[in-house]
Antibody, heavy 113, light 110 residues
């Protein structure tokens, strides 16, 4: 059974760094892309970027290019989404997505002073 | 603005059939599979339809997908109160070299 398990909710201050994770199981990790999406309260899904774990080829939505970093660790079948300096506007729910089929449960990120 | 266009809302009464449209372009829906995702209130999205019209195991037969040209549709027959949710279409885009999503359709069961 394919499963994507995301790390827990985070509460951070503006300017802090953060790395959230999405651990995969039940399939060949290097065989499919994993993407990250943002959802703000009451809003739709925004695609942020994807990574092909096999060669770490990464593509970002223009809206998120330079704002976040997506990475993957083949040894642990885990994908990551990272910020170096959070802003209040980064407060949202973040989902990982395998191909266009399997979703993680979401990670809530709250950024507030 | 989303790459795929969906109506922001749809509604129906219990037992009715409703359809939700999704319009794209030749670089996404026109050449790649469409998937549909259901997001119940307070929950993560889940796959409803894959590869235009295939239902994953566990998805009721009341849900069906279709595609023609650069548009796709999700149909829900025998509408039930538990179908009240947000529905998103998605497809790979060859120009962007990434996935694209619709803005979502909020389905209300009256």
């Amino acid at each position: 059974e394919v499963q994507l398990v995301q790390s827990g909710a985070e509460v951070k201050k503006p300017g802090e760094s953060l790395k959230i994770s999405c651990q995969s199981s039940g399939y060949r990790f290097t065989g499919y892309w994993i993407g990250w999406l943002r959802q703000k309260p009451g809003k739709g899904l925004e695609w942020m970027g994807i990574i092909y774990p096999d060669d770490s080829d990464t593509r970002y939505s223009p809206s998120f290019q330079g704002q976040v970093t997506i990475s993957a660790d083949k040894s642990t079948s885990t994908a990551y989404l990272q910020w170096t300096s959070l802003k209040a506007s980064d407060s949202a729910m973040y989902y990982c997505l395998l191909g266009l089929e399997y979703w993680g449960q979401g990670t809530l990120v709250a950024v507030s002073s | 603005q989303s790459a795929l266009t969906q109506p922001p809302s749809a509604s129906g009464t219990p037992g009715q059939r409703v359809t939700i449209s999704c319009s794209g372009s030749s670089s996404n829906i026109g050449t790649n599979y469409v998937s549909w995702h259901q997001q119940l209130p307070g929950a993560a999205p889940k796959l409803l339809i894959r590869r235009d019209d295939q239902r994953p195991s566990g998805v009721p037969g009341r849900f069906s997908g279709s595609k023609s040209g650069t548009s796709a549709s999700l149909a829900i027959s025998g509408l039930r109160s538990e179908d009240e949710a947000d529905y998103y279409c998605a497809a790979w885009d060859d120009s962007l070299r990434g996935p694209v999503f619709g803005g979502g359709t909020k389905l209300t069961v009256l």
